[in-house]
Structures are given as C-alpha cells and as structure tokens.
T-cell receptor, first 114, second 110 residues
C-alpha cells in the first residue's frame, strides 16, 4: 500500500515536444506529492510539488496534474529542452503521521534530442 | 554557500569494516534524512531525524546506524552487518519534508 508506481521507465522526446511522466499510488492518506529532478552524479533537486486540494499546479514549463479519484498524478514538461535530460522521480508522503517519509517512484530517464 | 554537504564523494569498504559517511548542513533544517539509491530504483529511506538527539528507522535500517548530536550534522555508519552496501547514498534536509539533497557518496566494496 506504500508503493508509488512510476511510468515509463525511460522516455525519449524531441526538442520542443511535451514530456509526460505518470505516477500512481494506493495509500489514500498520502497528502503531499513532489517531483524531483536528478542529473548524473548529483543529488535530486525538488522541482515542483502539489497537495490534493488542487488538480493542477504550474511552474514555468513544468506542470503537475493530479487526479485524486484515480489516485494518479503526472508531470508534464512543455517545450522540452536538451537541458531537461535527467532522471525524474515522483514521490508521495503522509505528512501527518510519517513526518516527511517520502515513498519514491522508480524513476524515469528522460532524454531530449536536439 | 548554503547547502547539504556530503563527504567523501567515493568510499571503499573492506570486508568486516564499518565506514562512516558524513552529512553536514548550514540551512538550519530541523529534519535530516538518509536515502539509499540503487540503479533503476527509487530512493529508499534508511534513517531520519526530526530533532537533535532523536532519530527514527526508515524502511531499510538494518545494517546501518546514525547519530544526531548537532543540528548541522547527521552521519551515517554502514556496519559490517550490511551485506550489500554497494550503492549511492544521499543525505537530505528540510523543515518537514526532504527539500534539499547533497550530491551523494558512492560506496563500493573492495
């Protein structure tokens, strides 16, 4: 019940295209859903996060869409650039009882071709 | 510069040896975390600490130990009891969520 399932495992997109990464969860107590971006040899960096009281959050070219009834959320990267090539992780936590214990998805390796 | 500093970047462990990974932060974060990352897998929580002198086991704590004697420091010891220690170890800090990560320590077995 603690799992977060992420897909696809890898994604290749042309420059200027839209990258879409999906995550699904089972635990209905999850109330915080961040996305992280990780470059090789570096630690993840918090990209954008959403709470279940909104269905969408946008920051620049990055948008999180959240579907509470389906227990799914996704990251959309508009106008994808070669510099966006990285591994992306979704995560979820139940802040109330787990105090920041994030459950991570397996990661998606994004490659944006010039 | 503010941030989470991990050292060393690379570490090698001999059989039967304990090794300690350093994590220091100057962001004044209350909470600190240790994660393990294996190829093709997400991050898995080893230990976390919400406050000085207190820490809790994560999902894969066996074979690891931590201390939190100062707010700024949260070292992780990989003991000889951890039979598969080869991985990328990440330390994170935040006020109530892992907000900032260090650049990791890659541990290998000699």
């Amino acid at each position: 019940q603690q799992q977060v399932k992420q897909s696809p495992q890898s994604l290749i997109v042309q420059k200027g295209g839209i990258s879409i990464i999906n995550c699904a969860y089972e635990n209905t107590a999850f109330d915080y859903f961040p996305w992280y971006q990780q470059f090789p040899g570096k630690g993840p960096a918090l990209l954008i996060a959403i709470r279940p009281d909104v269905s969408e959050k946008k920051e620049g070219r990055f948008t999180i869409s959240f579907n509470k009834s389906a227990k799914q959320f996704s990251l959309h990267i508009m106008d994808s650039q070669p510099g966006d090539s990285a591994t992306y992780f979704c995560a979820a936590s139940d802040g109330g009882t787990s105090y920041g214990k994030l459950t991570f998805g397996q990661g998606t390796i994004l490659t944006v071709h010039p | 510069d503010g941030g989470i500093t991990q050292s060393p970047k690379y570490l090698f462990r001999k059989e039967g040896q304990n090794v300690t990974l350093s994590c220091e932060q100057n962001l004044n974060h209350d909470a600190m975390y240790w994660y393990r990352q294996d190829p093709g897998q997400g991050l898995r929580l080893i230990y976390y600490s919400q406050i000085v002198n207190d820490f809790q086991k994560g999902d894969i704590a066996e074979g690891y130990s931590v201390s939190r004697e100062k707010k700024e420091s949260f070292p992780l010891t990989v003991t000889s009891a951890q039979k598969n220690p080869t991985a990328f170890y990440l330390c994170a800090g935040g006020f109530n969520q892992p907000q900032h990560f260090g650049d990791g320590t890659r541990l290998s077995i000699l």
